[in-house]
C-alpha cells in the first residue's frame, strides 16, 4: 500500500512551550503509524508579543502582567509546563532570570528556510535554544548558529535576516493569519481539511491521522 501523503501546516511562535510541547505530542503520534505517512510540515509565523521591545522582558514579570496572575501562579504554571514537556522528550528551564523576546528576526529566518528540508530543523532548535538554554532568540549570532547547526549556509542566512523582501513577505504572512481569523497559538492544519487547535494530547492526534487514513484508503 503505498504512503499517505500529509502536509501538515503549523501556525506558532518560537517562544510559545505549548507550540513546543503541541508539536512533540504531534511527533509522538506520527511514531505510531511508522511509514503510513509521506509529511511534508510546514511552519508558519505568529508573533505573541509583537510589540516587545528589542531588550525583551523578564518571562516572570511578563507572564504575570500579561494573564493577571500572581507569582505563585506563574510558577506553578511553569512547573506544570516543565513537566508536560519532559513527558515528551523536550526539556524547558523556566529560570527565574529568563527573558522573552520580539521574535520577528526568528520568523524571518524560518520564512527563509522553507524552501528548504531544513526549516524544522532550524525550528526545533530554535525551541531548544529558548527553552532549554535561555538563548536570545532576538540576536543575530544565536540566529545564525542555529541556522549553522541545522545545515543552513550562514552567510546566506545573514543575508535572509538583512532581506526587506523576506521581512514583508513574512510579515505579510502573519497579517494574513490574523485576518484568517487565528488569535493563538498553536494551530496544526491538516491537508488543509482538517485542523487542531492547541497541544492536545497524543491520543487527539492520533485520532485525527486515522480519520486522514480512512478518508484516503477508502
Not at 29 to 42: C, H, M, P, Q, S
Not at 54 to 78: T, V
Not at 154 to 161: F, I, P, V, Y
Request: with cysteine; charged share 25%; proline share 3%.
Amino acid at each position: 500500500m503505498p504512503n499517505t501523503y500529509l502536509r501538515i501546516d503549523i501556525v506558532s511562535d518560537v517562544v510559545c512551550p505549548w507550540c513546543a510541547i503541541g508539536y512533540y505530542r504531534l511527533a509522538r503520534a506520527l511514531e505510531k503509524f511508522g511509514d503510513r505517512f509521506t509529511v511534508n510540515t510546514v511552519w508558519h509565523p505568529f508573533e505573541l508579543n509583537p510589540d516587545m521591545p528589542e531588550a525583551g522582558e523578564n518571562l516572570r514579570d511578563h507572564l504575570a502582567r500579561k494573564y493577571r496572575i500572581s507569582e505563585q501562579q506563574s510558577r506553578e504554571n511553569r512547573q506544570r509546563l516543565q513537566t508536560l514537556a519532559a513527558a515528551v522528550g523536550f526539556e524547558i528551564n523556566f529560570t527565574d532570570d529568563l527573558r522573552i523576546y520580539n521574535t520577528r528576526q526568528a520568523h524571518k529566518l524560518l520564512h527563509w528556510s522553507e524552501n528548504s528540508d531544513r526549516q524544522t530543523d532550524l525550528q526545533l532548535q530554535l525551541f531548544s535554544d529558548y527553552f532549554t538554554h535561555g538563548k536570545n532568540l532576538n540576536h543575530e549570532s544565536v540566529l545564525l548558529d542555529a541556522a549553522e547547526s541545522v545545515g543552513l549556509d550562514r552567510a546566506e542566512a545573514s543575508k535572509a535576516l538583512e532581506d526587506t523582501a523576506i521581512a514583508r513577505q513574512t510579515l505579510a504572512r502573519e497579517e494574513q493569519l490574523v485576518l484568517q481569523g487565528i488569535q493563538g497559538v498553536p494551530l496544526f492544519m491538516f491537508n488543509h481539511d482538517y485542523a487542531i487547535s492547541g497541544a492536545e494530547e497524543v491520543a487527539a492526534f492520533e485520532h485525527q491521522l486515522e480519520i486522514i487514513l480512512s478518508k484516503t484508503t477508502a
